[in-house]
Nanobody, 124 residues
Framework: QVQLVELGGGLVQAGGSLRLTCAAS????????LGWFRQCPGKEREFVAAIHWTGVTYYPDSLKGRFTISRDNTNAAAALQMNSLKPEDTAVYYC??????????????????WGKGTLVTVSS
Protein backbone atom coordinates (compact mmCIF):
# COMPACT_ATOMS: atom_id res chain seq x y z
CA GLN A 1 0.00 0.00 0.00
CA VAL A 2 1.29 3.45 -0.93
CA GLN A 3 -0.15 6.78 0.15
CA LEU A 4 0.57 9.86 -1.91
CA VAL A 5 0.21 13.48 -0.81
CA GLU A 6 0.65 16.36 -3.24
CA LEU A 7 2.02 19.70 -2.10
CA GLY A 8 2.81 22.98 -3.78
CA GLY A 9 -0.30 23.97 -5.66
CA GLY A 10 -1.50 27.54 -5.73
CA LEU A 11 -2.01 30.65 -7.82
CA VAL A 12 0.64 31.78 -10.29
CA GLN A 13 0.71 34.31 -13.11
CA ALA A 14 1.06 33.24 -16.70
CA GLY A 15 4.71 32.82 -17.60
CA GLY A 16 5.63 31.90 -14.05
CA SER A 17 6.85 28.66 -12.53
CA LEU A 18 5.59 26.29 -9.88
CA ARG A 19 7.01 23.16 -8.33
CA LEU A 20 4.74 20.41 -7.09
CA THR A 21 5.96 17.69 -4.79
CA CYS A 22 4.53 14.29 -3.99
CA ALA A 23 5.35 12.72 -0.66
CA ALA A 24 4.92 8.97 -0.56
CA SER A 25 4.59 6.57 2.32
CA UNK A 26 4.80 2.84 2.03
CA UNK A 27 7.28 0.16 1.24
CA UNK A 28 9.57 -0.44 -1.71
CA UNK A 29 9.14 3.08 -3.09
CA UNK A 30 11.97 2.60 -5.56
CA UNK A 31 10.07 -0.17 -7.37
CA UNK A 32 7.20 2.14 -8.31
CA UNK A 33 6.83 4.05 -11.51
CA LEU A 34 5.63 7.53 -10.61
CA GLY A 35 3.66 10.03 -12.56
CA TRP A 36 1.56 13.15 -12.67
CA PHE A 37 -1.83 13.62 -14.23
CA ARG A 38 -4.09 16.64 -14.33
CA GLN A 39 -7.74 17.40 -14.78
CA CYS A 40 -8.53 20.75 -16.32
CA PRO A 41 -11.96 22.30 -15.73
CA GLY A 42 -14.58 20.52 -17.81
CA LYS A 43 -12.12 17.99 -19.21
CA GLU A 44 -11.07 14.44 -18.54
CA ARG A 45 -7.98 13.58 -16.55
CA GLU A 46 -4.87 13.60 -18.74
CA PHE A 47 -1.32 12.36 -18.45
CA VAL A 48 1.38 14.92 -17.67
CA ALA A 49 4.64 13.12 -16.89
CA ALA A 50 6.10 9.81 -15.71
CA ILE A 51 9.38 8.61 -14.29
CA HIS A 52 10.53 5.02 -14.05
CA TRP A 53 12.46 3.78 -11.03
CA THR A 54 15.53 3.76 -13.32
CA GLY A 55 15.10 7.49 -13.85
CA VAL A 56 13.81 7.34 -17.41
CA THR A 57 11.17 9.99 -18.02
CA TYR A 58 8.25 10.31 -20.40
CA TYR A 59 6.10 13.28 -21.37
CA PRO A 60 3.36 13.97 -23.87
CA ASP A 61 4.66 16.02 -26.79
CA SER A 62 2.44 18.93 -25.79
CA LEU A 63 4.28 19.41 -22.48
CA LYS A 64 7.86 18.55 -23.40
CA GLY A 65 10.27 21.33 -22.58
CA ARG A 66 8.05 23.06 -20.03
CA PHE A 67 7.47 20.35 -17.43
CA THR A 68 10.12 18.23 -15.71
CA ILE A 69 9.52 15.27 -13.44
CA SER A 70 12.05 14.02 -10.91
CA ARG A 71 12.19 11.60 -8.02
CA ASP A 72 14.11 11.19 -4.79
CA ASN A 73 14.09 7.54 -3.79
CA THR A 74 15.92 8.24 -0.54
CA ASN A 75 13.16 10.51 0.68
CA ALA A 76 10.31 8.71 -1.13
CA ALA A 77 9.26 11.79 -3.04
CA ALA A 78 8.61 12.98 -6.55
CA ALA A 79 8.42 16.46 -8.00
CA LEU A 80 7.01 18.22 -11.02
CA GLN A 81 8.70 21.45 -12.08
CA MET A 82 6.41 23.52 -14.27
CA ASN A 83 7.79 26.48 -16.21
CA SER A 84 6.32 29.02 -18.61
CA LEU A 85 2.88 28.29 -17.24
CA LYS A 86 -0.19 29.14 -19.28
CA PRO A 87 -3.80 29.71 -18.21
CA GLU A 88 -4.70 26.41 -19.89
CA ASP A 89 -2.41 24.64 -17.40
CA THR A 90 -4.98 25.44 -14.73
CA ALA A 91 -6.04 22.09 -13.30
CA VAL A 92 -6.04 19.78 -10.35
CA TYR A 93 -2.75 17.89 -10.48
CA TYR A 94 -2.58 14.32 -9.20
CA CYS A 95 0.38 12.23 -8.22
CA UNK A 96 0.22 8.60 -9.33
CA UNK A 97 2.16 5.42 -8.62
CA UNK A 98 2.25 2.03 -10.28
CA UNK A 99 4.08 -1.03 -9.04
CA UNK A 100 6.53 -2.51 -11.54
CA UNK A 101 4.81 -0.97 -14.57
CA UNK A 102 6.44 0.80 -17.47
CA UNK A 103 6.15 4.53 -17.93
CA UNK A 104 4.02 3.88 -21.00
CA UNK A 105 1.62 1.72 -19.01
CA UNK A 106 1.28 4.37 -16.35
CA UNK A 107 0.74 7.07 -18.95
CA UNK A 108 -2.13 5.01 -20.38
CA UNK A 109 -3.86 4.97 -17.03
CA UNK A 110 -2.30 1.91 -15.45
CA UNK A 111 -2.20 3.48 -11.99
CA UNK A 112 -2.32 1.57 -8.72
CA UNK A 113 -2.40 4.56 -6.35
CA TRP A 114 -3.57 8.14 -6.62
CA GLY A 115 -3.06 11.19 -4.49
CA LYS A 116 -6.00 13.45 -3.71
CA GLY A 117 -4.73 16.23 -5.94
CA THR A 118 -3.60 19.81 -5.62
CA LEU A 119 -5.08 22.79 -7.45
CA VAL A 120 -2.92 24.91 -9.73
CA THR A 121 -4.43 28.12 -11.03
CA VAL A 122 -2.64 30.15 -13.68
CA SER A 123 -3.93 33.68 -14.11
CA SER A 124 -3.64 35.60 -17.36
Amino acid sequence: QVQLVELGGGLVQAGGSLRLTCAASGRAFNTYTLGWFRQCPGKEREFVAAIHWTGVTYYPDSLKGRFTISRDNTNAAAALQMNSLKPEDTAVYYCAASLLKSIQQLSAGGVDYWGKGTLVTVSS
